[in-house]
T-cell receptor, first 114, second 113 residues
Framework: GENVEQHPSTLSVQEGDSAVIKCTYSDSASNYFPWYKQELGKRPQLIIDIRSNVGEKKDQRIAVTLNKTAKHFSLHITETQPEDSAVYFCAATYGSGNTGKLIFGQGTTLQVKP | DTGVSQDPRHKITKRGQNVTFRCDPISEHNRLYWYRQTLGQGPEFLTYFQNEAQLEKSRLLSDRFSAERPKGSFSTLEIQRTEQGDSAMYLC???????????FGPGTRLLVL
């Protein structure tokens, strides 16, 4: 079925530490994996994405890794700052062709303590 | 603001009433998606348009829900005979042709009393 599992559901770190969020997906045909950040009462904002032909992608303090064989991908945030506190969602595309329908994980609430 | 816009931002209605939401995608985005998000959960796919054609509907989507995109630009989502379980944030997203990146609107928060 169409399923994305995300862990942990909550994560608390000290400012400056690293945070890692992991997701697994069920459809081997999935080929696009975005990560969204959602602050309270606001829209989901894309922070980084990765495609199946790439194993790792980095953008400043944020990186994503993908293991297609194991069907899992992870978000890594280094040198965390209080403004990184938010809910983070992973997602994967599902469906035949290139519909782009996203199936989301359950979300991870990240708290960065000053 | 050239991002995805949605109207209204908030809607309170009584059970049994019909409601309609509007989404205006980013200009030149031919794909438009509707998602529903309940508190503490990730967005849940509802339906998807490419231009004016509705190409996919979630199996979870009740027949009380209908969506249109008559001219391939803005879209409307109507919920008939609302139920308390319909209370959620309804999010719209759009994307460029042949690109996977979806940009979300601010959402319409629905409360059914």
């Amino acid at each position: 079925g169409e399923n994305v599992e995300q862990h942990p559901s909550t994560l608390s770190v000290q400012e400056g530490d690293s945070a890692v969020i992991k997701c697994t997906y069920s459809d081997s045909a999935s080929n696009y994996f975005p990560w969204y950040k959602q602050e309270l009462g606001k829209r989901p904002q894309l922070i980084i994405d990765i495609r199946s032909n790439v194993g790792e992608k980095k953008d400043q303090r944020i990186a994503v890794t993908l293991n297609k064989t194991a069907k899992h991908f992870s978000l890594h945030i280094t040198e965390t700052q209080p403004e990184d506190s938010a809910v983070y969602f992973c997602a994967a595309t599902y469906g035949s062709g290139n519909t782009g329908k996203l199936i989301f994980g359950q979300g991870t609430t990240l708290q960065v303590k000053p | 603001d050239t991002g995805v816009s949605q109207d209204p931002r908030h809607k309170i209605t009584k059970r049994g009433q019909n409601v309609t939401f509007r989404c205006d995608p980013i200009s030149e985005h031919n794909r438009l998606y509707w998602y529903r998000q309940t508190l503490g959960q990730g967005p849940e796919f509802l339906t998807y348009f490419q231009n004016e054609a509705q190409l996919e509907k979630s199996r979870l989507l009740s027949d009380r829900f209908s969506a249109e995109r008559p001219k391939g630009s803005f879209s409307t989502l109507e919920i008939q005979r609302t139920e308390q379980g319909d209370s959620a944030m309804y999010l719209c997203a759009s994307s460029y042709p042949e690109q996977e990146t979806q940009y979300f609107g601010p959402g319409t928060r629905l409360l059914v009393l």
